[in-house]
């Protein structure tokens, strides 16, 4: 499914997504992840921020190795409620395992986040998923109109 131009402008607007993942039993489990758009499809990295087991064992990459139907929120929240906003991208996940996308996944999110310029991540090492939607719905009832 294609975003239109106002779904991707949000996305790029925006540096943190927080990303539904379910077990086999349909237990959930939902974490930030900072994302980089290429396209339509959206990708993130197991990257080496601290974590008590390693990349490769997440459990958001657990979970989407049993079952890949994912959502992502990225969202405005505003304490008045003046300027609330969100967007759900239901989407299909799955790990990169051929490197000419994982390149360009991983210089896409290097562009994005500065940290991530000076880490030395590899496809061998630090999962890459990308995210395909099948679909999404952006919430915007307080647009800003020039």
């Known amino acids: 499914m294609r975003l239109d131009d106002t779904a991707r402008a949000f996305l790029d607007g925006h540096q943190v997504?927080?990303?539904?993942?379910?077990?086999?039993g349909g237990a959930p489990h939902v974490v930030p992840?900072?994302?980089a758009r290429i396209g339509d499809r959206l990708y993130f990295v197991a990257d080496d921020k601290p974590k008590r087991h390693?990349?490769?064992?997440?459990?958001r990459l657990?979970?989407?190795?049993?079952?890949?139907?994912?959502?992502?929120?990225?969202d405005d929240?505003?304490?008045?409620?003046?300027?609330?906003?969100?967007?759900?991208?239901?989407?299909?996940?799955?790990?990169?395992?051929?490197?000419?996308?994982?390149?360009?996944?991983?210089?896409?999110?290097?562009?994005?986040?500065?940290?991530?310029?000076?880490?030395?991540?590899a496809i061998d090492t630090h999962p890459m998923v990308r995210l395909q939607p099948r679909r999404w719905h952006l919430w915007m009832p307080h647009a800003d109109t020039a």
């Open 33 to 35: 992840v900072c994302y």
């Open 77 to 121: 929240y505003d304490a008045a409620w003046r300027h609330l906003a969100y967007l759900l991208v239901h989407a299909d996940a799955a790990a990169i395992d051929e490197p000419l996308e994982y390149d360009a996944a991983l210089a896409a999110l290097r562009a994005r986040y500065a940290p991530y310029r000076a880490m030395p991540l």
């Open 17 to 24: 997504g927080h990303l539904a993942t379910s077990d086999a």
């Open 54 to 59: 390693g990349p490769r064992a997440l459990k």
């Open 62 to 74: 657990a979970n989407i190795a049993v079952n890949p139907r994912v959502a992502l929120v990225v």
